[in-house]
């Protein structure tokens, strides 16, 4: 059979080929494509809850203080490294805040805090080690994602909790499928929604 070729004629595999791509297109709505596009996810409500998580003068070097964020059933903890940080907060920059998940198989890390090595870990599960001074990367084992880091900021002298970079582990998204964490307030308008390393 002869192929007419010209703007008027398609063939089946042309047709076919643009009714797919026109459902996976019609499949994501304008806001998922701007959040692809630019790595930075948005919410109806405006964004991350703020909470304040801990003051700076109560923290002590290398001893962890537990908290959950953005929802109760998030756990994370808080720490002075005692070392500057990758958005590390505080006069000497060294204070941060991670998701106690691993981020390869969700185990908990909580109570694996390595002061000596600035590190969360080993993960119980596969031994996953992440290093706190650089935004959570793993640096053994399993896990190919850095920790998300809770996004702080200090408030004279209240630090506060206002944005998760990177995924929880065991969640679609970091502000689905749960209650907001308790004490939590709405984010300030205009204020950063999510931060991607």
């Known amino acids: 059979m002869e ?43 405006g964004g991350y809850p703020e909470l304040k998580v801990a003051k700076v003068a109560s923290l002590t070097e290398g001893e962890p ?30 204070i941060v805040a991670f998701s106690v998940l691993c981020t390869h198989m969700g185990g908990s890390l909580r109570g694996r805090y390595r002061h000596d090595l600035k590190a969360m870990g080993p993960c119980p599960f596969h031994f996953s080690t992440f290093d706190l001074r650089k935004g959570g990367i793993p640096v053994h084992a399993s896990a190919t994602q850095n920790l998300p880091q809770i996004r702080l900021r200090v408030d004279g002298d209240d630090i506060v909790a206002f944005g998760v ?3 929880i582990y065991g969640f679609r998204s970091n502000l689905s499928d749960g209650e907001i964490a308790e004490g939590a307030t709405p984010g300030r308008p205009g204020a950063p929604v999510i931060m991607r390393g």
């Open 165 to 167: 970079t990177g995924l």
């Open 3 to 45: 192929e007419r070729k010209g703007p008027l004629c398609m063939t089946r595999r042309s047709a076919l080929a643009t009714v797919a791509g026109g459902a996976m297109v019609a499949s994501f709505t304008a806001g998922d494509i701007v959040e692809a596009a630019s790595g930075e996810a948005r919410l109806e409500d």
């Open 65 to 94: 203080v537990a908290f959950a964020y953005p929802l109760k059933q998030q756990p994370n903890m808080i720490v002075k490294l005692g070392d500057e940080a990758l958005h590390g907060v505080g006069p000497d920059r060294d």
